[in-house]
């Protein structure tokens, strides 16, 4: 337990037991458990600590992204042709139908300086290798200044490996990951991966718009704000780090007052939510590697639709007797029903309501830095 205390508290700067310390750094006083449990009203008692975490810098005041400077887009649709097992009929037709969209409405280039495509039957620019997928996210991220607009998709499956050093950062022990072409062979490429490509770097004033239509692949991009729709249609956000820090300061409080069990289970919660995923199955894994442990953020504008929670499988469809992905499809038709000009929210509520009519999995949005995206218009 102690061990997972002083990683949660490496991440947040908090000193949750009391020693002086934050992990391996001297806290600072007004950021110990009893100052912050002082400054937001909370009690021992309170067992959600509501308020912790209010004050952290969540990057609302940097400015949006005009999206008028150059625009360049990576597709990736893999349906494992040749395999002998999890072969996919629509995923290709996923990239074909979502190239059209961009292009009639939003103007992206198809110019090959400004545009990847990468599948696996051959037709495209690239086989979606390993190696061309990590290749093809550096050439997109490569040189983007202010005003910049970035689209990234990927249709094909994902998965769950076992989260192995240097980043050991997940509390299941599992990293989401996507599958390419080559994976048998190659491995595959991990949440990290795609976080320390596609987003670490990006400067202010860039748009990253990324739909990931793949099985298990919620916080696929490791961003720490997460919106979902509840089945009776109300849109959730949360500050996986503000849950971060009140379920560590609850593991803290239960450790002082000598509630073991307890503190091992907020402590696991708050591990989990660092990791900028509300959903993961539980897991036993105090020990995760305190250097990876991270709050995820970023001063660019990286919005991210998946196709399902970590937890479920995004379902390989044939809707109007075409082979497709069931999120890419909704995405398309969602824009279409509510056009130009409506909101984030707006249009994953829209996602939300077409894919519950026949599937169970629940389509996800996550972001960088706190948006107002129930007021901000989509656009790339």
Known sequence: MGACISKVEDASGVDIDGDGMAGSKRALPTRSLAALLQSTNVTSSQADYRGAGDNFDDGAAIPLSSC???KRSLFIGINYIGHSTGVLRGCINDVNNLKE??????????????????????????????????????WLVEGAQNGDSLFFHYSGHGTHQKDVSPDKDEHDGQDEALCPSDYPTAGLIVDDDLHAILV???????RLTAIVDACHSGSVFDLPYSYGVSDGGDVQETDNRAVALQAAMAAGMAVINGNMAFGVQKGMEALQALQGGSDGGGGDNPDADENAIQIRSTVADVIQFSGCRDSQTSADANI??????????????????????????????RIRTLLQQKYSQVPQMSSGRKLNLSTIEFKM
């Open 101 to 138: 969209f961009v292009v009639d409405k939003f103007g992206f280039p198809t110019s090959s300086d400004s545009m990847r495509v990468l599948l696996d039957d051959g037709s495209g620019d690239g086989m979606p290798t390993k190696a061309m997928i990590l290749e093809g996210m550096r």
């Open 68 to 70: 008028t400077g150059n």
């Open 320 to 349: 109007g007797g075409e082979a497709t992905g069931a999120m890419s499809w909704a995405f398309r038709t969602a824009f279409d029903q509510g056009g130009a000009g409506q909101s984030y929210v707006a249009l994953l509520t």
């Open 200 to 206: 670490a770097g990006l400067p202010e004033g860039v």
